[in-house]
């Protein structure tokens, strides 16, 4: 899935994914200072299956990461991806996993 495009609109706190020029993803976010919390991933049903989804939360994160943001997975989809990517769990300080239902270390 080469064609996908995945950018930042801060405007509308929300990141989306393109796929040859339509809309087929977004994560939802609240920035405040040096935290940001994810609260809602979306896929269209047509675009489901392609795992869009996951290219989002993949670029999401590792954009939180390169910025030095703590995350806050409030997002179900968010939070599931990272307990199977325990390589982001730093991202969540450790007093918040808990109320994400993730493990305390990986």
Same mark, same amino acid.
């Given at each position: 899935?080469?064609?996908?495009?995945?950018?930042?609109?801060?405007?509308?706190?929300?990141? %989306?994914?393109?796929?040859? @020029?339509?809309?087929? @993803?977004?994560?939802?976010?609240?920035?405040? @200072?040096?935290?940001?919390?994810?609260? /809602?991933?979306?896929?269209?049903?047509?675009?489901?299956?392609?795992?869009? &989804?996951?290219?989002?939360? #993949?670029? %999401?994160?590792?954009? &939180? #990461?390169?910025?030095?943001?703590? %995350?806050?997975?409030?997002?179900?989809?968010?939070?599931?991806?990272?307990? #199977? /990517?325990?390589?982001?769990?730093?991202? %969540?300080?450790?007093?918040?996993?808990? #109320?994400?239902?993730?493990?305390?270390?990986?």
């Amino acid at each position: 899935m080469t064609d996908l495009v995945i950018t930042d609109a801060p405007d509308e706190s929300r990141y %989306v994914a393109n796929l040859e @020029g339509v809309e087929a @993803g977004e994560v939802q976010y609240q920035l405040d @200072g040096d935290v940001i919390m994810f609260t /809602h991933t979306g896929v269209p049903p047509e675009f489901e299956g392609r795992g869009i &989804a996951s290219q989002l939360a #993949r670029y %999401v994160l590792d954009d &939180a #990461r390169s910025r030095g943001l703590e %995350v806050l997975p409030r997002c179900p989809y968010i939070s599931g991806w990272i307990a #199977r /990517h325990l390589e982001y769990l730093d991202l %969540v300080p450790a007093a918040s996993r808990p #109320r994400y239902r993730l493990p305390a270390e990986a």
